[in-house]
């Protein structure tokens, strides 16, 4: 019983001791960084310059290279959606 009201004593001076421990600690202030100018982050539009080479951002070649990326999801969607027509209908499944 003598053991239980110590280590009820203890809890009770460990629970109102510990704000002021915490309180009476200094706070650390964040550390400073430079201003960062906004808006040259991100270039306005119309700002750059004309693409000169195929590689350029903007180029040929990038506009080749997205024109064949869009052609072949746009392939492989209208091969994966004839495979499915023709899989139900082997299976004698209702069109859709």
């Known amino acids: 019983m003598r053991r239980v009201l110590v280590v009820a004593a203890l809890a009770l001076a460990a629970v109102l001791a510990g704000p002021t421990v915490a309180a009476a600690q200094e706070r650390e202030e964040p550390p400073v960084t430079p201003e960062v100018p906004v808006g040259d982050i991100v270039p306005k539009p119309n700002s750059g310059e004309e693409p000169r080479d195929a590689g350029d ?3 040929a070649l990038q506009l080749t ?9 746009g392939y492989g969607g209208w091969r994966l959606a004839v495979r499915i027509r ?3 209908r082997q299976r004698g499944a209702p069109p859709a």
Request: aromatic share 0%; charged share 20%.
């Open 65 to 73: 290279v997205l024109a064949l990326v869009v052609g072949a999801i």
């Open 57 to 59: 951002r903007g180029g």
């Open 86 to 88: 023709d899989a139900d």
